[in-house]
């Protein structure tokens, strides 16, 4: 029996990968292939975990991945199980008390369920759980290894992982967040998860957060000092890590930024009008999950298929940060080329009736060729999804929202727009009018005090639960709104009543070839920043402060400087500011952008890591995704949760309520 950690060499030896990519071997080859010594090479195996661990494992390989590594049957440790004592089992579990206890049970007397068993903890395991474990000599001989493999977070992106602390919005920055044992509670378990993040990776950062602001005039709270808290316990776990860890780096490899959801109030409740972000805003998935309508194979009724919107789907993969126009512009142009390529479609359009068709009337014709359903499924799929979203955005007259909210982001719209607009919108759907009363209130709080705001509550039809959300924006304002600035989070300006305020400054140099893309989340400027060592160090410190020599002229100099000019020339070129090449000439797929994903990462500077406190948004994910390519360095984003806006609405509404009165799933 061994009680170790991996011993797996650097992320940084050998071919470059991906925190994805990471993430899947360290499961794949370091846990599963690893159990495969002595007379268990060839025997089958049974995996159990718990509710964490299965997640962990879902989001990184699929069922077929772990079958060829000689796992025959997967299991939940605390359902009732059939004893199997001619197999070995491999345990992944996190490191509690129920989860050894059930071990324990699983393995000890006369009679165990398993004949050995390999036992991968998820995160630091405590030495009283290991004494209990030794302590138990009936179980010591039938266990094969024990091992930590410090693996505790959801990959839901090649670029992206989750803690999986759903409700950290309620219980960090509620109304009675800060008196709550949820507190203390939620800020370990996120600190551990993100550390085995870097444990994963084999990575030691520079741990930045946003500071608190102390002076005699501002109280601080402790919703101010949650990044202050969460930076200390991480930091404090990566310490242990470099003593106990094999091949853990001594010294700073990378960078952390941890934020919260009050450094952009905006990002999580505008409309962002992708193509990813607006599946998930206005379809109704259930996570990545859509109900796809295909035809009847007998001739009756559609039947209904679910499928999944991931990173296996070329189409998806080349689309999802795309414009929703320029996606529907392309699905159209892939689906006319199938065409022009493939003869029996020619003679099938020769006979109809002359004149342009559309992308529906495409999608049909070569849904009737049967030997190509293979190839055009997918690119039917994401016709009829594009095809619904652009009905949505027609019927409820989203466009002009859209429009208003950007114009108040930016300062071009002021309360006299709001109130013409709300007037003549009347029977606008009462989300969207939502939504643009939170930005509104963001730009204008005073106009939502007293009366005003009972005011603007019964103009924009908003019930007393919308308003709730609107009100509790202020416990996200970690600052007063009078104290910031330009350089500060949200650029208010208080100067004349008569005056509009811009939330965001305009971005120089950048041209926009979409309508309705001016909006950039506020985390693209803090990592433009914190990529040129130039963070404001008022508001943003460093848990392990770095010498000037190493992170501001000599190494990180080194890293960013013929890379970054590269990534301008690069994008001087491109039409829109996130439009990926259309390297795809063969109508269907997008094998070029799978061909390119995990070459792009071969000569990267040091990793960005960036981990928001209280959920993240789709527009945060792919900022993260264009800068990586800009900047050539790889950025990673963290975060408690990735909230889509109703999600977002939903839990800002629980600020002020029971949080088990509403359900956030």
């Avoid at 509690?96 to 398993?114: H, I, Q, R, T």
């Avoid at 990575?203 to 101010?224: G, N, S």
């Avoid at 992708?274 to 001739?299: Q, R």
Wanted: aromatic share 8%.
């Amino acid at each position: 029996m061994s009680m170790s950690d991996s011993d797996s060499t650097s992320s940084h030896g050998g071919d470059y990968k991906n925190f994805r990519q990471i993430s899947r071997d360290r499961l794949l080859v370091e846990m599963l292939r690893s159990t495969k010594t002595g007379d268990s090479k060839s025997t089958w195996k049974v995996l159990i975990m718990d509710k964490v661990t299965v997640k962990v494992m879902s989001c990184s390989c699929k069922m077929a991945d772990i079958t060829e590594e000689g796992v025959s049957l997967v299991e939940d440790l605390h359902k009732r199980r059939q004893p199997l004592p001619t197999m070995d089992a491999i345990y992944f579990i996190q490191p509690l008390k129920e989860n050894v206890a059930k071990f324990l049970s699983d393995m000890s007397g006369g009679k165990p369920l398993y004949k050995k068993a390999f036992v991968f903890f998820s995160s630091p395991f405590p030495k009283e759980l290991l004494a209990h474990i030794k302590s138990n000599a009936s179980v010591l001989t039938r266990i094969g290894g024990l091992r930590e493999m410090n693996l505790e977070y959801f990959a839901i992106d090649s670029q992206g992982f989750l803690t999986d602390n759903e409700r950290a919005l309620g219980e960090l920055f509620g109304e009675n967040g800060e008196k709550s044992r949820q507190y203390d509670a939620c800020l370990n378990v996120m600190a551990t998860r993100i550390a085995t993040v870097f444990a994963s990776m084999r990575e030691l950062p520079f741990v930045h957060y946003r500071a608190a602001k102390v002076d005699a005039v501002t109280l601080t709270t402790m919703r101010d000092l949650v990044p202050t808290k969460l930076a200390a316990a991480v930091w404090n776990q990566l310490t242990k890590y470099k003593d106990s860890i094999k091949h853990f780096p001594q010294t700073e490899t990378c960078e952390l930024l941890i934020l919260d959801r009050s450094v952009d109030q905006i990002s999580p409740i505008i409309h962002e009008w992708t193509y990813d972000a607006m599946c998930h805003d206005l379809l109704n998935m259930d996570g990545n999950k859509y109900v796809h309508e295909v035809p009847s194979k007998t001739g009756g009724q559609p039947e209904k298929k679910d499928v999944l919107l991931e990173d296996h789907d070329p189409v998806w993969l080349e689309l999802r940060h795309a414009h929703i126009a320029d996606a529907s512009e392309r699905l159209h142009d892939k689906m006319t080329t199938f065409i022009s390529k493939n003869k029996a479609a020619q003679i099938q359009h020769g006979s109809r009736s002359g004149g342009e068709l559309s992308t529906r009337d495409l999608q049909k014709m070569v849904q009737a060729l049967p030997q190509y359903s293979e190839q055009i499924d997918k690119l039917s799929l994401h016709v009829e999804i594009a095809g619904k979203i652009n009905r949505i955005i027609k019927e409820t007259e989203l466009r002009d929202f859209g429009q208003l909210e950007q114009d108040l982001v930016f300062g071009d719209a002021g309360p006299r727009e709001v109130i013409n607009f709300l007037r003549t919108k009347q029977d606008a759907p009462r989300e969207n009018k939502l939504r643009l009363m939170m930005i509104y209130s963001v730009a204008y709080p005073e106009n939502f005090e007293g009366e005003k705001g009972q005011k603007l509550m019964q103009l924009a039809g908003l019930s007393h639960d919308d308003m709730n959300a609107v009100n509790n924006m202020r416990l996200l304002d970690g600052y007063s709104a009078s104290e910031k600035n330009s350089s500060g989070v949200f650029s208010l300006k208080f100067e004349s009543q008569k005056k509009k305020r811009s939330i965001r400054k305009e971005r120089k140099g950048v041209e926009e070839t979409w309508a309705l893309s001016r909006f950039y989340p506020m985390i693209e400027e803090l990592i433009e920043k914190l990529n040129k060592g130039e963070l404001p160090k008022s508001e943003y410190a460093c848990m392990n402060d770095p010498s000037q020599s190493v992170h501001g002229t000599q190494e990180s100099a080194s890293v960013r400087s013929s890379p970054v000019s590269a990534a301008h020339s690069m994008r001087s070129r491109r039409p829109a500011s996130w439009a990926r090449p259309r390297n795809s000439d063969d109508g269907y797929s997008s094998d070029s952008v799978l061909r390119h994903a995990s070459s792009d990462f071969k000569r990267m500077g040091k990793r960005i890591f960036v981990f928001i406190i209280g959920g993240a948004t789709r527009a945060e994910l792919r900022v993260c995704h264009k800068l990586t390519e800009k900047l050539k360095r790889e950025i990673i984003l963290g975060s408690s949760s990735l909230d889509d806006p109703p999600q977002f609405i939903t839990k800002l509404k629980m600020l002020t309520t029971e949080f088990d009165d509403l359900d956030i799933y």
